[in-house]
Nanobody
Framework: QVQLVESGGGLVHPGGSLRLSCAAS????????MGWYRQAPGKTRELVTS???????NYADSVKGRFTISRDNAKNMVYLQMNSLKPEDTAVYYC??????????????WGQGTQVTVSS
């Protein structure tokens, strides 16, 4: 079982920056692919970015060059640095942890979400 707790959301002006953090419980954090998803009002949840245990990353086209995901396996933490924020980045951001065994998804955990609002 993994519990995820996000923090760092808030209100920021366009062009500003925020850093989201996700604290994970459990002793096998390093086995999980960690991701950040977001869901805007009236829209489906979408993948923003993910990072494997080895540090390989994947980004949605809409955030490439502006957002950076990182993880600290020693501290069971994953971060999302968001720069050059735009109003369309406004959403609830969710931390996700997934474990795959032989390529098959075996565990899937979600945090409670943190609101990010980009507005002048």
């Amino acid at each position: 079982q993994v519990q995820l707790v996000e923090s760092g959301g808030g209100l920021v002006h366009p062009g500003g920056s925020l850093r989201l953090s996700c604290a994970a419980s459990g002793s096998t954090f390093n086995l999980y692919v960690m991701g950040w998803y977001r869901q805007a009002p009236g829209k489906t949840r979408e993948l923003v970015t993910s990072i494997t245990s080895g540090g390989s990353t994947n980004y949605a086209d809409s955030v490439k060059g502006r957002f950076t995901i990182s993880r600290d396996n020693a501290k069971n933490m994953v971060y999302l640095q968001m720069n050059s924020l735009k109003p369309e980045d406004t959403a609830v951001y969710y931390c996700n942890a997934r474990k795959y065994v032989l390529g098959i998804l075996r565990s899937d955990y979600w945090g409670q979400g943190t609101q990010v609002t980009v507005s002048s």
